[in-house]
């Protein structure tokens, strides 16, 4: 092989790994760039229910700093978290019937990629009539202004049938509305009944635009009450004896003073209005989400699971 011929062939091979360079950069330019993520989890179970710790790193192990993780099994949602110097960490007083795995399922961030990862969990055995809270989804993303809805789910265990009532808590009360559609729901059987949650954010509502005045209506409100005043004024002033105009213009007088009283009122709300609302700030949000029962009447049970809210 000549020479000539030897430098075209590197030349070729040069050019095309240049190629192959630039279509990779341009697949993560347009997959935003987002770095992918590995996801452990570990379980410790106690009595009835269990801590879960949910580690997500990138492939060279450096934490993720932003997202959520939901903590998923074949009945629903258990809650989530959000992820904190690559940790989430979600307790749970009591695991549903029947569980026998939970899936720690990472949302992705703004520049880390969603991944997931199973772990084996078992429910304590059958013990006194109870009910399970799950939720799905568990974890929420809106812009201010807009909504969203989350099925929860309650499942009778071991003859429940008593009436569960539903609330929420933790969010903030001015701007983020918690509405239940039943607020409460009652099991008469061994199936699960359902309600839905729909979480409303309150977005910015602006300034007030200042009303458009005529002169011709600015003048008319100041000049009727000065007409009225000075009629008044007139009759009060005219020695006729008659108690009729004596009595129209003290009336005349005090239609006056209520005209500009109101006048100056309204002038000085069109002029400074109050100011707008900005609505939810964007940030993340934990939202407590409860289940109360009275048992038979005789005792009380309840069981909460925590819902994360992103505003963006």
Same mark, same amino acid.
């Given at each position: 092989?000549?020479?000539?011929?030897?430098?075209?062939?590197?030349?070729?091979?040069?050019?095309?790994?240049?190629?192959?360079?630039?279509?990779? +950069?341009?697949?993560?330019?347009?997959?935003?760039?987002?770095?992918?993520?590995?996801?452990?989890? &570990?379980?410790?179970?106690?009595?009835?229910?269990?801590?879960?710790?949910?580690?997500?790193?990138?492939?060279?192990?450096?934490?993720?700093?932003?997202?959520?993780? &939901?903590?998923?099994?074949?009945?629903?949602? =258990?809650?989530?978290?959000?992820?904190?110097?690559?940790?989430?960490?979600?307790?749970?007083?009591? $695991?549903?019937?029947?569980?026998?795995?939970?899936?720690?399922?990472?949302?992705?961030?703004?520049?880390?990629?969603?991944?997931?990862?199973?772990?084996?969990?078992?429910?304590?055995?059958?013990? =006194?009539?109870?009910?399970? $809270?799950?939720?799905?989804?568990?974890?929420?993303?809106?812009? *201010?202004?807009?909504?969203?809805?989350?099925?929860?789910?309650?499942?009778?265990?071991?003859?429940?049938?008593?009436?569960?009532?539903?609330?929420?808590?933790?969010?903030?009360?001015?701007?983020?509305?918690?509405?239940?559609?039943?607020?409460?729901?009652?099991?008469?059987?061994?199936?699960?009944?359902?309600?839905?949650?729909?979480?409303?954010?309150?977005?910015? &509502?602006?300034?007030?635009?200042?009303?458009?005045?005529?002169?011709?209506? /600015? @003048?008319? @409100?100041?000049?009727?009450?000065? /007409?009225?005043?000075?009629?008044?004024?007139?009759? $009060?002033?005219?020695?006729?004896?008659?108690?009729? !105009?004596?009595? !129209?213009?003290? /009336?005349?007088?005090?239609?006056?003073?209520?005209? =500009?009283?109101? +006048?100056?009122?309204?002038?000085?709300?069109?002029?400074?209005?109050?100011?707008?609302? *900005?609505?939810?700030?964007?940030?993340?949000?934990?939202?407590? !989400?409860?289940?109360?029962?009275?048992?038979?009447?005789?005792?009380?049970?309840?069981?909460?699971?925590?819902?994360?809210?992103? /505003?963006?």
């Amino acid at each position: 092989m000549s020479l000539e011929l030897l430098r075209q062939g590197i030349g070729s091979r040069a050019a095309k790994a240049a190629g192959l360079v630039l279509a990779v +950069c341009l697949a993560a330019a347009i997959a935003g760039a987002q770095v992918a993520t590995r996801t452990h989890l &570990s379980v410790a179970q106690v009595g009835q229910g269990a801590t879960f710790t949910a580690k997500v790193a990138d492939v060279a192990g450096n934490p993720a700093s932003n997202g959520s993780v &939901s903590f998923v099994t074949a009945k629903g949602s =258990l809650g989530s978290a959000f992820v904190e110097n690559g940790v989430a960490t979600l307790t749970v007083e009591k $695991l549903p019937q029947g569980t026998g795995s939970v899936t720690a399922s990472y949302s992705g961030g703004e520049s880390y990629g969603a991944s997931a990862t199973t772990a084996a969990a078992t429910a304590a055995a059958a013990g =006194l009539p109870d009910f399970a $809270l799950t939720a799905t989804p568990s974890s929420v993303s809106v812009t *201010p202004g807009e909504f969203a809805n989350i099925t929860v789910t309650v499942t009778p265990e071991n003859g429940f049938t008593d009436m569960v009532t539903l609330s929420c808590s933790g969010q903030p009360t001015t701007t983020v509305k918690c509405v239940f559609s039943p607020t409460t729901l009652t099991p008469l059987t061994a199936a699960a009944v359902t309600s839905t949650l729909q979480i409303q954010t309150q977005g910015p &509502s602006g300034t007030s635009a200042k009303a458009e005045r005529s002169p011709s209506t /600015v @003048a008319f @409100a100041f000049v009727l009450p000065g /007409v009225l005043a000075l009629a008044g004024l007139g009759a $009060l002033r005219k020695g006729s004896g008659i108690g009729v !105009l004596r009595v !129209l213009g003290l /009336v005349a007088l005090l239609g006056a003073g209520l005209g =500009l009283g109101a +006048c100056s009122e309204r002038y000085g709300y069109l002029n400074h209005p109050p100011s707008g609302n *900005p609505g939810v700030v964007a940030g993340t949000y934990t939202i407590t !989400l409860s289940g109360y029962a009275s048992i038979n009447g005789t005792s009380v049970t309840g069981h909460s699971l925590n819902l994360t809210l992103t /505003v963006k």
